[in-house]
Nanobody, 115 residues
Framework: QVQLVESGGGSVQAGGSLRLSCAAS????????MNWYRQAPGKQRELVAT???????HYANSVKGRFTISRDGAKNTVHLQMNSLKPEDTADYYC?????????WGQGTQVTVSS
């Protein structure tokens, strides 16, 4: 079974930092691209960051320079380091991977950034 388990969400003041983690099981982690999405109130889910098996990264323009995605092959875990957080970063954040035309998602973790 494929399972993505997230942790690290919470509440923080503007300018603060959070580090999200996603532990993956049931997949060949080293062969999968891993992604972070978020969904803010009243908005569609959007891709925040992605990392390929070889370390290629891509970020949404809104988070470039502030967020960093990384992966730890030994622990089958992907991280999202979020610095200089803004109120507009407030959203539910989801870990995601794609295998054979099927999307797999974590349970979602809430990030709230206050002014």
């Amino acid at each position: 079974q494929v399972q993505l388990v997230e942790s690290g969400g919470g509440s923080v003041q503007a300018g603060g930092s959070l580090r999200l983690s996603c532990a993956a099981s049931g997949i060949i982690f080293s062969l999968n691209a891993m992604n972070w999405y978020r969904q803010a109130p009243g908005k569609q889910r959007e891709l925040v960051a992605t990392i390929s098996p070889t370390g290629y990264t891509h970020y949404a323009n809104s988070v470039k320079g502030r967020f960093t995605i990384s992966r730890d092959g030994a622990k089958n875990t992907v991280h999202l380091q979020m610095n200089s957080l803004k109120p507009e970063d407030t959203a539910d954040y989801y870990c995601n991977t794609y295998i054979s035309a099927i999307d797999y998602w974590g349970q979602g973790t809430q990030v709230t950034v206050s002014s």
